[in-house]
Every structure is written in C-alpha cells, then in structure tokens.
Nanobody, 113 residues
C-alpha cells in the first residue's frame, strides 16, 4: 500500500510558478494512476489533474496549458508543475492514488501580490 506526502506549496505572486511534490513510500509510483485535487474553504474538493498508469494525463479546463502532472520513478514522486499562477489557484492541494485512497494533509498554495 502506498503512502503519500504532499509538499512544495507556498506564497507566490500572480504569474509565478510552483512545483508540488507527492512523495510516495511503501510502493513504487510506476504503473499506478495518480490525481491532484484542490480545495478552497467552503467548497468541494475538485479534480485538478490526473495521470494514468501510463503517460496519459487530464487537466481541468481552468489549468489546461498551465499545469503539468508527471512522475519521477527514480525519486518515487509524482509532481504537479504549476505555471502562470492566478489568484483563483489559491487552495490546499492534495495528491492521491486512483482509485482514491486515504487523503493526506495537503499543501497550501496561495497566489497573491
């Protein structure tokens, strides 16, 4: 069973970039599907990006072209590269395996000048 820990969040100005990390332990990230969700207080958690067990990926419309999900098998980590950030991207970001497992604590991303 894989355990996941998110990191890499922080405060960034609009137009800036962040790379979120989802470090896995207990099992390899090879051949598994992963997702990144985000949640704004008072709103439901929403899917941001997904990565199949292969190399196919999916993005919600609002982040298409700005975010990239990928895995590094050697580091046993799944990443979410976020570019051209806007204030509406402010949220707590969570990674998870798919089918969904337990949720971690997430990492806070704040986009503000």
């Amino acid at each position: 069973q894989v355990q996941l820990v998110e990191s890499g969040g922080g405060l960034v100005q609009p137009g800036g970039s962040l790379r979120l990390s989802c470090a896995a332990s207990g099992s390899s990230v090879r051949g598994k599907a992963f997702v990144w969700y985000r949640q704004i207080p008072g709103r439901e958690r929403e899917l941001v990006a997904s990565l199949t067990s292969g190399t196919d990926s999916y993005y919600r419309d609002s982040v298409e072209g700005r975010f990239t999900i990928f895995r590094d098998i050697a580091k046993n980590t799944v990443y979410l590269q976020m570019n051209s950030l806007i204030p509406e991207d402010t949220a707590v970001y969570y990674c998870n395996i798919f089918p969904l497992g337990a949720w971690g604590q997430g990492t806070q991303v704040t986009v503000s000048s």
